[in-house]
């Protein structure tokens, strides 16, 4: 199994920062993909930032240059640092990962459980 398990959520007055930290664990060969999703309140999922193997990233408009995302390869985890929070940001935040495992052929989705990450105005 493959389990994807987040920190760093909490309350932080706006324009302040947070750090969430997420960590790919189990029969993995190779994570493609690691990436930070969340959901506010009534509305949909949405990507925030991503990063692949090489490093290539990709984020939301919503969050450039306030966001900035990378990843350990050797310690198969992954790293959203945010800056100027703003309330909108509010929402649980989830990790997701593109994980070739031992057991399968072929690469597949993880989620993480989810945290929640509260700014306050």
């Known amino acids: 199994q493959v389990q994807l398990v987040e920190s760093g959520g909490g309350l932080v007055q706006a324009g302040g920062s947070l750090r969430l930290s997420c960590a790919a664990s189990?029969?993995?060969?190779?994570?493609?993909?690691m990436g930070w999703y969340r959901r506010a309140p009534g509305k949909q999922r949405e990507l925030v930032a991503g990063i692949t193997s090489g490093g290539s990233i990709e984020f939301a408009d919503t969050v450039k240059g306030r966001f900035t995302i990378s990843r350990d390869n050797a310690k198969n985890t992954v790293y959203l640092q945010m800056n100027s929070l703003k309330p909108e940001d509010t929402a649980v935040y989830y990790c997701?990962?593109?994980?070739?495992?031992?057991?399968?052929?072929?690469?597949?989705?993880?989620w993480g459980q989810g945290t929640q990450v509260t700014v306050s105005s």
């Open positions: 189990g029969s993995i060969v190779r994570i493609n993909y």
């Open positions: 997701n990962a593109d994980v070739v495992p031992t057991y399968l052929t072929g690469s597949f989705g993880y």
